[in-house]
């Protein structure tokens, strides 16, 4: 009864105010009021019938009894760092299950490795983070997967056409978007692609949907909640949010996620504790961190919208009634505009390093999401590997800076833009 009362009490509390205890008893751990790191590799069973069984549930061989939890058994498997971040985790999507790992990229890898097979056909969107186009355009074909694409714009219509002249069709078996995009911003409809998903399934087999959310962190945008059947973060980025871990997480129905733990097991790519531990740190202040930065960011915006040297903006918070279906995607699925912020100066490659080079207070550096404001070249840096045709189509040009917008003060972060971009008006 007291365990009843005790859920109860908690389930109508926000995400932010669970995330220095839900899942945590500290009667367990001493009573230390944070959750230790369990540096241990392995865990002593009660008894060899104990382990028997942990093994039994663990493998598959058994199905747990009614609110069982899997017992600990090996650091590999799992560990209560990973157990109580998963579960903290889960919270924000409103997730059944989730599952952390060593780097986002072994997020996205392990997604695709489990639920694609030799003969399969993967659908994507343009464009996508670098890493991960080179995993689906130059590592999947090697396993036998085929790959089709389509762009921001393009009709459900369209993109039915695209998926049956591959004369594969009958074997579509997922999609996978990145939303907004990496680094254009460009905004793909989740519920709109789970929906060609739907139209392609069949009674025998589902397609499935898994969106990368980075760019959005677990608080701009819940792709769950729109129809995605999985949700992938490199939780390097908002949700560790300081520039000192490498992390991934999946998260989705309690089915799927089976699948993908399962898999995560045998390639060994399940985080450490240490980072576990960190992830945990991190969780306490997300929101506060992603609020600032969200609100930074819509002044920088406004600031570089002026510019003289600038010659476009691209920001969520930019859009308007005025460019239709991209506006209106927006208003379905963003909670925020977020903080990221690319922008085309005048110029070329050269005068993008002038600016890149001249920052002081924002540091020149790849990644995103992090305490301090960020900035980088994406044709020549985080997307040097996209095919060159294909990055001037989707126009990650030689002209773009990306830039993540930190929690320093605004007016700040505004001062060091404007100075590094004031070299290009008075270059001789």
């Not at 019938?49 to 061989?61: D, P, T």
């Not at 989707?394 to 800076?401: C, E, N, Q, S, Y």
Request: proline residues 4%.
């Amino acid at each position: 009864m007291e365990q009843v009362l005790s859920r109860l009490f908690f389930f109508n509390m926000k995400p932010e105010s669970l995330m220095m205890s839900y899942g945590y008893k500290p009667q367990l751990s001493e009573g230390a009021i944070k959750c230790p790191i369990f540096q241990t590799s392995t865990f002593v069973f009660k008894s060899a019938e104990a382990g028997k069984h942990f093994f039994e549930v663990a493998y598959g061989l058994k199905e747990p009894e009614a609110g069982e939890e899997l017992g600990l058994i090996y650091s590999r498997i799992n560990n209560p760092d990973l157990e109580i971040l998963e579960n903290r985790l889960t919270l924000w999507d409103e997730a059944e299950e989730g599952a952390v790992f060593e780097s986002g990229m072994a997020a996205i890898t392990t997604v695709l490795l489990e639920f694609l097979k030799p003969g399969d056909l993967l659908l994507t969107s343009n464009p996508l983070y670098g890493g991960t186009d080179h995993f689906i355009s130059k590592i999947l074909p090697k396993f036998g997967i085929h790959v089709a694409s389509f762009k921001v714009g393009q009709s459900q219509e369209e993109i039915y056409k695209i998926v049956e002249q591959t004369g594969l069709a009958a074997n579509l078996a997922l999609i996978f978007i990145e939303t907004p995009a990496n680094p254009t911003n460009d905004l793909i409809d989740i519920a709109g692609s789970k929906e060609i998903a739907s139209h392609f399934s069949t009674s025998d087999k589902e397609v499935l949907l898994a969106v990368d959310n980075t760019y959005m962190g677990p608080l701009w945008q819940h792709p769950l909640k729109l129809g995605a059947d999985l949700v992938v973060y490199s939780a390097t980025k908002y949700i560790g949010g300081h520039s000192d871990v490498i992390a991934g997480a999946c998260l989705g129905s309690a089915k799927l996620m089976k699948r993908v733990k399962g898999l995560r097991t045998f390639l060994g790519n399940m985080a450490s504790p240490n980072t576990g531990w960190l992830l945990m740190r991190s969780l306490e202040t997300l929101k506060v961190r992603m609020d600032a930065q969200t609100l930074n960011a819509d002044k920088v915006a406004a600031f570089l919208n002026t510019h003289p040297a600038i010659e476009k903006v691209y920001f969520l918070g930019n859009l308007t009634p005025a460019d239709g279906v991209a506006y209106a995607i927006k208003q379905k699925q963003c909670l925020s505009n977020g903080a990221m912020i690319s922008f085309d100066i005048k110029g070329g490659e050269h005068e993008a390093f002038m600016v890149l080079n001249a920052l002081k207070l924002i540091k020149l550096a790849v990644s995103l999401g992090s305490t301090e404001s960020l900035a980088e070249h994406p044709a020549s840096m985080t997307h040097a590997d996209v095919d060159l045709d294909l990055r001037n189509e989707l126009g990650i040009t030689d002209k773009m800076i990306r830039l993540s917008v930190g929690v320093e003060n605004y007016e700040d972060i505004i001062f060091d833009l404007n100075q590094a971009l004031n070299t290009l008006l008075t270059k001789v």
